[in-house]
């Protein structure tokens, strides 16, 4: 049964208990030595792992593990750049008789996945304009099983089962917002973008049906999500009869939102549903990291650094 989760452990503890491989790795340390490197996970967040010092002859027994398996290990709970890591004294696999329930060790959207679903393709049929009516509910019919549990990303924002689906939801929730706001987007517009934005991820990532990412897919690692959606969006639009204008326009939305060529955009926004939707799905990312920060840190202190959020320490008010 599993004790101690990840937001609850302190630095200088030390225990044993069991967690989910998200990545594994064996690297070389500046003094030449080999070290497993191990980002592990449980249902309330991630934490970097060390096993220093492995020698040739560890290294073989440890080549047995791979990401996805659950595992117990001995540890120490420690500080780096002011961020908490572990370093692992022993691991080993878990079996069928430390009586672990699922629940414990995937983390999941605060929804269910049929009920968010369910508002997203409500609000894409919704859409007042057929053509991109056609679009987005043609995009989320295709992709229906794999939506119901893809994480958004394999770390950070969302990377959980449906977490995919709840960052489209809060994004609609908050587009219709917006155009409550700014009477020069066009709803209907804005809303088919949040829907097509990111949808391509799941084929960018190799998840299992726990929304545990394992690996990014050879088109994913060579093309993106931004160039796969906007392929995608291609043969959707000459399929369903789109004119040129429309098509080219959620094209870019699409590869736009990331809004930075760093970040892969090839072009910024170039009108105002472009420009809005690079500012929803900002907002939602970096408010799901602090929800994120916040729920490991003690009212009246401070979270770990977090890379997201330019390595800021995040408060946790008292009242």
Known sequence: MKEHYINQLTTGEEFMDFFLIREISVKVGSNKK?????????????LFAKKWDISDEELEGLNRFKAGD???VKALVTEWNNARQLKLLKIRHSNKDDG??????????????DGMFAFIMERAERIGDADLRAVAVKLLSDNKDSLH?????????????AGLLWHMKRMLMMADRYCEVYSLLNPDLLSCGVIIHDIEKIREMNADENGVVSEYSFEGILLGHLVQGAARIREVAKELGLPDEKTIM?????????YEPEFGSPRRPMFPEAEALHYLDMVDAKMYDFEEALSGAAAGGFSDKVWTLNNRQIYKRTW
Not at 101 to 111: M, S, T, W
């Open 34 to 46: 080999q070290y497993l490197d191990l980002r592990l996970a449980d249902c309330t967040g991630d």
């Open 70 to 72: 659950i595992i117990k």
């Open 250 to 258: 959620l094209e870019h939305m699409i590869v736009s939102h990331h």
């Open 100 to 113: 672990l329930e699922k629940n414990d060790f995937y983390k999941a959207a605060p929804e269910d996945p």
């Open 149 to 161: 549990y893809y994480p958004a990303a394999s770390r950070n924002h969302h990377a959980e089962y």
